[in-house]
Nanobody, 123 residues
Framework: VQLQASGGGLVQDGGSLRLSCAAS????????MGWFRQAPGKERDFVAS????????FYADSVKGRFTISRDNPKNTVYLQMNNLKPDDTAVYYCAVGMGTGSSASLQFYDYWGQGTLVTVSS
């Protein structure tokens, strides 16, 4: 499975961006696609995930109410709509695909990772 993330950029405090992640290759089961982010000098943190079959979603508390994850099944693509962005949201955002069991908020759940796309929010 290969993942291609796009949509990052520079935005002002309070602005919006939409990230996309297209997956190619074989996926199976109720797999999940997730978004994580990593700020300079910090660990990679969970942002949001969605199961492709059931559509169930899961968000980090820090982004609830501001970010929305959605999917386009025929295109095997997941989106992350980010509204009311804050400087603390500045990070490289990574998408990932996991086909195992357990929590989709865990790094260990995921088998494949995209290359990352940089989001910078200026104050």
């Amino acid at each position: 499975v290969q993942l291609q993330a796009s949509g990052g950029g520079l935005v002002q405090d309070g602005g919006s961006l939409r990230l996309s992640c297209a997956a190619s290759g074989r996926t199976y089961g109720n797999y999940a696609m997730g978004w994580f982010r990593q700020a300079p000098g910090k660990e990679r943190d969970f942002v949001a995930s969605q199961r492709f079959v059931t559509g169930s979603t899961f968000y980090a508390d820090s982004v609830k109410g501001r970010f929305t994850i959605s999917r386009d099944n025929p295109k095997n693509t997941v989106y992350l709509q980010m509204n009311n962005l804050k400087p603390d949201d500045t990070a490289v955002y990574y998408c990932a695909v996991g086909m195992g069991t357990g929590s989709s908020a865990s790094l260990q759940f995921y088998d494949y990772w995209g290359q990352g796309t940089l989001v910078t929010v200026s104050s």
